[in-house]
């Protein structure tokens, strides 16, 4: 590790200062978290941040830095080699380690916290208000789920989360006819048909052009000011500082900048993404 990111990695946390004057309630925590995929390589070291609802989370660094691997530890398709991660909810008195789940209780963690990609993973085949109402799944039994019963509730509900991105008119429509924009609105829908506390997004606009990476980020913003927590991957250090309340920098598997975008400089940026700063947009 050079010597700027060392200083850095030790001092990430200002943020916490600017959250005190912003009361908020949280969802996360994730205590000294590590992921090695394999002996000789850890891909996250000694992670350690706090989630509070309604805040809409950044993350930036560069290829192979470790982003992905950590949102995909968090919501439990990789497991975490240590560490904790502890669950808020209102259900719950104590806070729950979420790291070490395993079964039903995993899949009902998964629901927690809905995940989007930047492929989509949609079933192509299958139409939109079905591919939506896939998300409630995990909270249905395994005979229903088997033949894909879905109550009146649960239609009700994906048809207002369609309605609500526009995306009603398409509800009959096969997945796979769709533009990769509207493809990535239906996954939100199913996404946030489970009620999540935690929306995470892998480079959900890397795919995108203008337009569409627009609307996807504005609703990703809206789904945050209704009081889910978002964390979004992000190759665009102008859509951090354009939409995010917040941003972690992580560098080699270490958050080295946890603060408000505007805090962003120069120097943190070089860090960050070393000989690629000229290629950021
Ligand atoms: N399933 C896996 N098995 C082994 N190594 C992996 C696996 N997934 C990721 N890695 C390694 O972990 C490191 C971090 O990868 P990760 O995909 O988390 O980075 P990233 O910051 O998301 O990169 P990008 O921006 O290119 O998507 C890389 O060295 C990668 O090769």
């Known amino acids: ?39 000789h390589q850890t891909v996250l070291h000694d992670i350690s941040f706090d989630l509070h609802s309604g805040e809409m989370v950044g993350v930036i660094g560069r290829s192979g830095a470790g982003k992905s691997t950590l949102l995909h530890v968090l919501n439990g ?29 995993l899949n009902q963690w998964r629901s927690q916290c809905g995940m989007i990609f930047q ?4 079933v192509p085949r299958l139409d939109v208000l079905t591919n939506v ?12 789920s088997l033949f894909k019963i879905f ?3 649960d239609r009700a509900k994906a048809i207002a989360l369609l309605e609500w991105l526009n995306m009603l008119p398409h509800a009959l ?18 996404a946030l048909i489970q009620n999540p506390s935690l929306l995470l997004a892998d480079e959900p606009v890397a795919s995108l052009d203008p337009k569409n990476t627009q609307r996807i980020m504005d609703v990703l913003r809206e789904v945050s000011q209704q009081g889910i927590s ?17 941003v972690i920098g992580v560098a080699q598997g270490r958050i080295i900048f946890d603060d408000h975008p505007s805090r962003l400089t120069q120097d943190v940026l070089h860090v ?7 290629q950021l947009h």
Do not use: W
């Open 230 to 246: 978002v964390m979004v991957n992000l190759h665009s250090v102008e859509l951090v500082k354009e939409y995010c309340t917040r």
């Open 77 to 105: 398709t990789h497991s975490a080699s240590a560490g904790e991660i502890l669950s808020f909810s209102d259900d719950e008195n104590e806070p729950r380690d979420v790291s070490r789940l395993k079964g039903r209780a």
């Open 1 to 39: 590790m050079n010597s700027a990111l060392a200083e850095l990695s030790e001092h990430p946390n200002s943020y916490q200062h600017h959250l005190n004057t912003v009361p908020k309630q949280k969802v996360l925590s994730v205590r000294n978290l590590r992921k090695s995929y394999n002996a």
């Open 173 to 190: 429509q096969r997945a796979e006819t769709l533009s990769g924009g509207q493809m990535q609105r239906v996954a939100i829908c199913r």
């Open 272 to 278: 960050l993404y070393g000989d690629e700063i000229s």
């Open 133 to 144: 109402l896939l998300g409630r799944l995990s909270q249905t039994s395994t005979l229903k």
């Open 151 to 153: 109550t009146d509730e």
């Open 119 to 122: 492929d989509f993973c949609l």
